[in-house]
């Protein structure tokens, strides 16, 4: 099983930056398929972004398209959710979570969570 630990989270005003990490131990990182997840105040856990195992292969939700970016460093053992233009809707937990399968994982299905970092955007 693979431990996750997030970091990076805060506050920062409207239309401000910041990155997120998630740090893997335990097995092998590369054999993992990584995805972010967050969930707001008062709503269900949402998928954020996915990335494949070797970063080949990306997936947003709609409602992050060219505002976040997803990537991920085998070799450091690290994924990352760089965010831009941040919202105050934005503001929620943000979870990694890991799956063998990518498409699972754009799927919702997740083997492994971290703790999840808070995000908050004030406007």
């Known amino acids: 099983q693979v431990q996750l630990v997030e970091s990076g989270g805060g506050l920062v005003q409207a239309g401000g930056s910041l990155r997120l990490s998630c740090a893997a131990s335990?097995?092998?990182?590369?054999?993992?398929?990584m995805g972010w997840f967050r969930q707001a105040p008062g709503k269900e856990r949402e998928f954020v972004a996915a990335i494949s195992r070797f970063g080949s292969s990306t997936n947003y939700a709609d409602s992050v398209k060219g505002q976040f970016t997803i990537s991920r460093d085998n070799a450091k053992n690290t994924m990352y959710l760089q965010m831009n233009s941040l919202k105050p809707e934005d503001t929620a937990v943000y979870y990694c979570a890991a799956h063998p399968q990518f498409v699972r994982i754009v799927g919702g299905t997740v083997d492994a969570w971290g703790q999840g970092t808070q995000v908050t955007v004030s406007s």
């Open positions: 335990g097995r092998t990182f590369s054999s993992y398929a």
